[in-house]
């Protein structure tokens, strides 16, 4: 076995290089099988970030069913969900073949491509202008012959939201009338699911000022013959219970998932009766839902359920109903965001610290795993991939911190004393950080710079009280907590307290930019972060736009805590070197945010750099932007720190003189 050298850390060579993560990843999400046959969705970072379809068939050949330039994304609520739904086509009353029904993203229209076409038809009318009206959420009719789904309609600075069925005949795509609404009455649905005789339609609802993990309804109602569903009534949820992914267990009987004990745990209940809890436990049974279409859990023939659960990290179990026991399933992917199933076959989303993204085979019996599809063809030497260490720590006021820690990792260097570390603040903020494999993290770690990548007050995955530490305070308990996670790394000796620094994407990125008011961080990197809450409340898109009467309060009430949460209004109080990345045609964070900072950095004299990446949104998506965005973080990093510009690099162009008085 050789010695590992002794270098200065920043200065370590690593084979993990910014244009391979960014060229390399595919994002692979909502996949769906019938027998040997499944499909998922394929993002693309060389195409764009375009979305496709892939197919596999029985045989393991698998095919691209959508090519350039269709892109299958949905827009509703702006961060999409399935955007996807295999559907059956009949040849002599017997289904013979599989098509699928997309949502386009450059229209946002429902198409069907038929198997073995290569041209889809409209399903849905032309809307007055592209992109009006939106669709998510899929599920086939009990007849087969209809759509069931979220439409989100957009006239003007006004939007609505509705269930509706859409005809797989086409019909509807020049008569809009042919798309029958079903469910109208409150801002927002989810989950809309028909009971198996066709006879019932259960969903999820909420409405303004509340998010779908505040507080939700399940409702159910009789489905008339024609016209829309006048008479429904709640089965569960209500202001301080979220109520997600109802299944039908058989026509009077409904699963869901339920935090009404403070944790999302499964639920059973009959239409006219009191819901039962399947397994209580201090453990989330679903990842957040940012998203529509997620499926934490699904029902199998003999009547079993192989379902998520866990904390920040879900894994995945068996649960009897005759037994009431959950056998945990031992695979190895430690980290699964969805799955699916047709009854027998399960198929997932899921990954490990070792194994990228993966849409895997499980085996329910004993938690055997196929991997069928790596969003990476290759990676890097496991030597240089950072072995996480999930920790709890001790936060202001004797609170408990959640957090994975990322030492530095290098199969042939090391380096000498208390290592420099980067505070890694997700987005959101009621997002979660996982263990996944993330080569973006092992970009830095094997350079020599760790990261301790905080769930701070608010994340998702430790209970319902967890998530509401956030409530009224964001801007104040997450900084006390990356605050307290950097404070512990350099209390256990294992970071370099003049070497600490701090980053953050669009939420994320909010938080950032206000610690960087506590005497603690070196430098600081905000990805689109938000630096204008008053601004941010008036230009964010309609799913969040009251996001913030709970986070921070009712703007009519509390406008001056808003300017006070502001870091635009905070400049002052930072005095150390900022790293600002921006797409130029951001929707949620306009750019004008990060210049008008950047303008008051500049009058300071405060060292920073403001880098703009051209037609990028919110999250970046080309191969050039992330690469560029990455090299730009690693140079900032390493002349803060070190002085010196890493091997392979571009250098920053950053002035280190002392701001002005």
Known sequence: MNERVILPYGSWSSPITAADIAKGALRLGFPSVVADEMWWEESRPEEGGRTTVMHRAADGTVTELLPAPWNARTRVHEYGGRSYLPVPRRDDKAITRWGIVFANFSDQRLYLLEKGSREPRPLTPEPESPGALRYADFVLSPDRKHLICVRESHDGTTVTRAIVSVPLSGRAATNPSAVRVLVTGADFFASPVPSPDGTKLAWISWSHPRMPWQGTQLRVADIPETGPITTSHPLRGGLKESVLHPQWRDNETLYFVSDWSGWWNLYET?????????????????PPPW???????CVLDDGQLITLYGHA??????????????TPLASSFTSWHTLAS???????????PTEPTSLVRLNPENGATTVLRRSLTETPTIGYLPKPRTTSLSGRYGTTVHANVYPPTNPEMEGEGPAPYVVWVHGGPTGAATTGLDLHKAYFTSRGIGIIDVNYGGSTGYGRAYRERLDGQWGVVDVEDVVAAAQSLVDQGLADPDRLAIRGGSAGGFTTLLALTQDVFACGVSYYGVTDLLRLVQETHDFESRYLDTLIGVLSGYSATYQERSPINRVAEINVPVLLLQGADDPVVPPEQAREFAAVLKERGVPHVLVEFENESHGFRKPDTVATALEKELAFYCKVFFGFTPPGVPPIDLDLSAPTE
Not at 273 to 279: E, I, N, T
């Open 291 to 297: 998203q529509l279409g997620i499926t934490p859990y």
């Open 313 to 326: 990290d879900l894994g995945v179990g068996r649960y009897d109903p005759h037994t009431a026991d959950l």
């Open 270 to 286: 009959r239409l006219y009766g009191q819901a039962m809890a399947l397994f209580p436990d201090e453990a989330e049974f679903t």
């Open 342 to 352: 047709d009854g027998k076959t399960v198929v997932g989303i899921a990954a490990s």
